[in-house]
């Protein structure tokens, strides 16, 4: 447990040397400090002069020591800050040299990282004392120390130069293993003429509306990397281990769904199919996680099996996450709307890509307004949140013509139905839709029985701005 005579990490002389540079030296120093919030600052009073700073520079407005003492006072801070309006002026007398300040700023966020180490090392400790469930326990671990290594990390730009080697290293270290080791595609032949193959640190969208086979289209994805021994992770939030695995061997063995949960498999198909694929599937490196986490726990987990079962377990530097589904996540902190909200855990999927230098599926939902117009989904139709088409790299979308629609006939078992991938957003690369099969029995998408291989694939050129 803490020590109550001991004193958080801190130092007033570097806060007031940020605040009061950022007063007087604004334009030089304030773009160098925007990476450090207002919780990095221990003492309250600094924390209100720089929210009032920030707010200034979030409008256009002028940052100097009068403008600073308005939005204090107008904020209805003065009351706050020992010796009112004066206290800016003292600050501001702390000024250093912008160079200096930036230096400063870095023993800041050092003080706010140990002070957060702190905070998380207590909150454990007081949990395991309280016999709190350990998983439950580890995972609010792990969630907190990604978050304080993202916030107490250090970087530069680097010149390309100085890169070079370590990049061309990479590129003919890659040149010598089997393209399943490094690369991951979605095995329908029609797709990857488009997409070619996933990248590493992208963050691929699958949409669509309920029932139109996007958490199908995840599995299938998966499925075909994971068999070429490609490591992989799916953290279910829709369905429990169970249900997920059954629908996988569904997807294997081509035994319909619907007879391995009624229970009416014949014998035949129990030996030849449903167990000879059971045995297959065992073989994957893949792993199911159906647990209720919210994002940063999710991640928090996401991390600590790529570093146990990728790195070191398979000596690998790649394994693909799916999360299936966004929507269905909850947030490590309650934000003013759901929007923001999804912001906030699409980021951190995003930044997980980007660290882990893997790929990231994440299975989101489509709003309703597709369904009722009868047309293709658009980019804009992800329900939610429109960081979704913002931050997506890759935007794939399932889609079949009057799914929706009500039939007084049903479906005939077995026989394929018209389907089309549509391919909204890749970053870099082509765009456009092909026409599938549907095969609902498995809950899989094939090529067309006429699909033939093309030398210029029929898509539309195109390359996305963001």
Known sequence: MSDPNRIAPYSEA????????????????????????????????????WDAIRALEARGSLVDA?????????????????????????????????EAAIAHAKTVK???????????????????????????????????????????????AQRICDIMDAVTAEMQARA???????????????????IGHFRRGHVVTIGGLPGMGKSAFARQVLRHNVMNGLPGIIFSNEMDRGEWT????????????????RGTVSLQDWTSKVMKHSKNICGYPLWVDDRVMTAGQTTGEARRWFSKHVRTGM?????LIVVDYLNLIPPDEKAEN????????????????????????????LNRKSSTENREPLMHDFRDCGEIE????????????????????????????????????QKGGAYGGVDVEWHRERMEFTDTQSFQPQEQPNWQDGRSDG
């Open 390 to 425: 913002s931050q997506s790299d890759v935007i794939i979308c399932p889609w079949r013509e009057g799914y929706n629609k009500s039939k007084e006939e049903r479906p005939v078992p077995f026989v394929p139905a018209p389907a089309r991938i549509l391919i909204l957003k």
């Open 338 to 365: 759901r929007n923001r909200e999804v912001a906030r855990i699409f980021a951190q999927f995003k930044r997980l890509a980007k660290d882990l230098r893997t790929t990231v599926f994440m299975v989101a939902q």
């Open 315 to 319: 000596g690998r530097d790649y394994g």
């Open 176 to 194: 010598g293993r089997k393209p399943s080791e490094h690369l991951a595609n979605t095995g329908i032949s029609a797709v990857d003429e488009i």
């Open 246 to 261: 059954e629908a996988l061997i569904s997807l294997c063995s081509h035994v319909p769904a619907t007879n391995l949960a």
């Open 110 to 156: 050092k003080m706010a990282t140990l002070r957060g180490m702190i905070a998380l090392c207590t909150e454990v400790a007081s949990r395991a004392y309280g016999l709190g469930e350990s998983e439950s326990v580890l995972a609010d671990m792990r969630a907190g120390l990604e978050r304080l290594e993202v916030s107490g990390a250090e970087g530069q």
């Open 14 to 49: 570097a806060e007031r040397a940020v605040i009061g540079t950022a007063i007087l030296s604004s334009r030089e120093c304030l773009p160098e400090l925007s990476d450090i919030r207002t919780d990095d600052f221990l003492n309250t009073s600094h924390r209100e002069v």
């Open 66 to 98: 009068i403008s600073v003492q308005d939005e204090v006072r107008a904020r209805g801070a003065c009351a706050r800050l020992p010796e009112r309006e004066a206290f800016v002026l003292a600050l501001a007398m702390d000024a250093t040299a912008p």
